[in-house]
């Protein structure tokens, strides 16, 4: 079995992919690890929409930032994941925001992108979080409903270069016992 500490610290951004496509057993497990996310009591807010159309990608290529080094991956992916969300129902209680941040839909989506890129990591599968692009373009492409929010494109593919680790922060350069 897998050491969880050993999956994190393996997971990296990844680019480039070999051109093989990723068997549906695999995608599934992947959706699966979403499905298992926790989240503000249990709103479950998150909608994924599995891309492999080539003529879906490369429109979605073109809502990419100019300079996002992620720009080229969006095509050479088999898959794209496009997670989504449902406004108005993480963070809320008795349909009013509970929370000082307004709707937590970026943190159980956030979750639901970790377990996503956690487990395609340890199935063989690499990701890179894309999250600079024009949102409401890329939206209208994929026909993402009101009410719903496009969030982050996840390439998914098998990874043709792994790159090494970027350096880390020690510990007690983030960490404070009892007050700031």
Same mark, same amino acid.
């Given at each position: 079995? *897998?050491?969880?500490? #050993? /999956? %994190?610290?393996?997971?990296?951004? +990844?680019? !480039?992919?070999?051109?093989?496509?990723?068997?549906?057993?695999?995608?599934?497990?992947?959706?699966?690890?979403?499905?298992?996310?926790?989240?503000?009591?249990? *709103?479950?807010?998150? #909608? /994924? %929409?599995?891309?492999?159309?080539? +003529?879906? !990608?490369?429109?979605?290529?073109?809502?990419?930032?100019?300079?996002?080094?992620?720009?080229?991956?969006?095509?050479?992916?088999?898959?794209?994941?496009?997670v989504c969300s449902?406004?108005?129902?993480?963070?809320?209680?008795?349909?009013?925001?509970?929370?000082?941040?307004?709707?937590?839909?970026?943190?159980?989506?956030?979750?639901?992108?970790?377990?996503?890129?956690?487990?395609?990591h340890h199935l063989?599968?690499?990701?890179?979080?894309?999250?600079?692009?024009?949102?409401?373009?890329?939206?209208?492409?994929?026909?993402?409903?009101?009410?719903?929010?496009?969030?982050?494109?996840?390439?998914?593919?098998?990874?043709?270069k792994t790159p090494?680790?970027?350096?880390?922060?020690?510990?007690?350069?983030?960490?404070?016992?009892?007050?700031?």
């Amino acid at each position: 079995m *897998t050491d969880l500490m #050993e /999956v %994190i610290k393996g997971r990296r951004s +990844i680019r !480039k992919y070999e051109e093989k496509d990723i068997p549906e057993e695999l995608v599934y497990r992947v959706l699966d690890a979403v499905r298992w996310t926790p989240s503000w009591v249990n *709103t479950q807010c998150w #909608e /994924v %929409i599995v891309v492999k159309d080539k +003529i879906i !990608k490369e429109r979605l290529q073109a809502a990419i930032s100019k300079g996002n080094p992620a720009a080229k991956s969006i095509v050479a992916a088999p898959v794209v994941l496009a997670v989504c969300s449902r406004l108005g129902k993480s963070g809320y209680y008795k349909d009013k925001v509970s929370t000082k941040f307004g709707d937590w839909y970026m943190f159980d989506l956030g979750l639901a992108t970790q377990n996503l890129c956690l487990m395609a990591h340890h199935l063989g599968l690499g990701t890179v979080i894309v999250g600079l692009f024009d949102h409401d373009r890329a939206g209208k492409i994929l026909k993402v409903p009101a009410g719903y929010e496009l969030v982050v494109l996840i390439p998914m593919g098998y990874p043709a270069k792994t790159p090494s680790a970027p350096k880390r922060r020690e510990i007690n350069e983030f960490t404070h016992y009892n007050i700031f």
